[in-house]
């Protein structure tokens, strides 16, 4: 809404000015999910908003802390109240903040991009508190692989993150349309073959 290099400049010289945009998304985003607690065909909601580089957060994780992170907990809470699963979606390397995300309440962190994120230390650190899903690479293994090379890494990944649950197999970003059909194929066929409890 504002431009990002905008708002940066403004986090020094108009703060007021950021909290008071912050203030009026959060709103807008609890009475959203307010909303759709109310039907009982919303299993899940998706919280997409990217926060970090690949290299390092966009800014300091305090200013989320104060005006960000408890609309994200009164999201969290709605949706709990209601049986509803709470997914978050970030590129980057969002490690140092996801020790809030998890407190913020949610149940399902994704992508953990590959260049920016290794899922594996993740799941050691994490997998007891949050879900992890994602990592199959789009820009490389997706994009470019061959079907069996597509197979292979669903197979690694499948096998190193799915024992004792907590892991949701996704790519790395949404399934764009540079993916070839037959990759996206043998993840699917990959996945019905052998992502199933108990692991074989």
Not at 43 to 54: L, P, T
């Amino acid at each position: 809404m504002m431009g990002f290099e905008h708002f940066c400049n403004m986090l020094f010289s108009n703060i007021d000015l950021v909290a008071a945009v912050f203030k009026k998304y959060g709103d807008i985003s609890v009475e959203l999910m307010q909303r759709l607690a109310s039907y009982d065909t919303v299993g899940a909601i998706w919280v997409g908003d990217d926060q970090a580089y690949k290299t390092s957060l966009m800014i300091n994780p305090d200013i989320m802390r104060e005006y960000v992170y408890p609309y994200y907990r009164r999201i969290c809470d709605i949706a709990h109240e209601n049986d509803i699963d709470t997914i978050f979606h970030s590129d980057g390397a969002i490690g140092p903040i996801i020790p809030d995300l998890i407190a913020c309440g949610f149940d399902c962190l994704h992508p953990f991009e590959p260049d920016a994120m290794d899922i594996y230390e993740a799941k050691a650190r994490y997998g007891k508190k949050v879900c992890i899903s994602g990592n199959i690479n789009i820009g490389t293994i997706l994009a470019e692989g061959s079907p069996s090379q597509v197979e292979e890494e669903v197979t690694q990944m499948i096998k190193r993150l799915a024992p004792k649950g907590g892991y949701v197999l996704s790519s790395s970003n949404s399934m764009t349309e540079f993916v070839p059909l037959n990759n996206f194929i043998a993840v699917m066929k990959t996945l019905h073959k052998i992502g199933k409890y108990p692991l074989v």
